[in-house]
């Protein structure tokens, strides 16, 4: 038991390192000139967003990337804010190459309410805020009693204190400013909706992210901001599938099966739906999530790897362990 509580402290510092430090360099990315990219698709207008001001959390990396790709190629001006410098750059660069758009980095630890505040100070020194995306996110797949109070705190911290604060800045600029058409969209996971064992903390405050979403619906929509929430099922990345779907669940086909669909979601899918949620054509969507995961949800949520797990051994647990590099 010892054993496996440090390891749940260890994933704790693995994921605070790579989770989205205190604020401490922006920086701007401008297309080389004459670059572009066509669309190989025409779900929307190409200037869909045009002209809005985007801020995704976690935008580095996964989904937050593959969103912040689609706002650039339907023309916002995107910023993306995470701790790890070196990934924030190396992705504003390969999505300018990609889609010939400006792109802002910020580095900023979202735990910290006094780095968020300063983030949102340099991005509205240049201009506010449109849009809000709430997509930082940590998770440790972990039995929960097993788990020490650092991991427990690394997750809470990044995706419900984070996204709190950062929601609480940019709306006190809006309302202050007397700014409406503002938008706080959140990614969530069906966790938040049907709990999910041996994720709890993830499940914890991603249910508390969407009460946020709903209270806040309430209380902001006279002042002209609306609040909604994605809620993805399987879409893989390249961080949080190999830490939450190892080998010993049962691999990917055992998983594809407990969705109706058979299939994993595309990142485009995702990407897609973000764009139009908040666009101005969902102007009238406030306060709700929308749940995209191929049916999986009315199949049982978890599904049958979550079911053995149930009774799995620590030797079991113990072969999902990190290994030391």
Known sequence: MVATAR?????????????????????????????????????????????????????????????????????????????????????????????????????????????????????????????????????????????????????????????????????????????????????LTVSALLGAPFTVPSAMAKAGVLAMTKSLAVEWGPRGIRTCAIVPGLFPTEGAWSRLMPKERGGDEELVKTIPLRRVGEHIELANLAAFLVSDGAAYINGDAVVIDGGKMQSGGGGASTQSMLDWTDEQWEAIRPKKK
């Not at 996964?62 to 410098?85: D, K, P, Y």
């Not at 991991?151 to 609480?168: E, F, K, M, P, R």
């Not at 809006?174 to 959140?186: L, Q, T, Y």
């Open 7 to 187: 390891w749940a402290t260890r994933r704790a510092a693995d994921l605070i390192r790579s989770s989205t430090a205190d604020v401490a360099l922006t920086r701007t990315w401008k297309p080389a000139s004459g670059h572009g990219q066509e669309l190989k698709d025409a779900v929307f207008q190409l200037d869909l967003l045009k002209g809005k001001r985007i801020l995704v959390t976690g935008g580095g990396t996964g989904l937050g990337r593959s969103m912040s790709h689609r706002f650039l190629e339907l023309g916002a001006n995107v910023v993306i804010c995470g701790r790890r410098e070196d990934v924030l750059e190396q992705t504003a660069e390969e999505l300018t190459k990609e889609t010939g758009a400006e792109i802002e980095t910020v580095r900023c630890d979202v735990r910290l309410p006094d780095a968020v505040e300063a983030m949102m100070d340099r991005i509205w020194q240049k201009r506010p805020l449109d849009i809000l995306v709430n997509n930082a996110a940590g998770q440790i797949l972990a039995p929960t009693h097993k788990m020490s109070s650092r991991a427990i705190d690394a997750v809470l911290g990044i995706v419900l204190h984070g996204s709190a604060y950062c929601t609480v800045a940019a709306g006190r600029r809006w309302i202050d400013a007397g700014e409406r058409n503002k938008v706080v969209m959140s990614i």
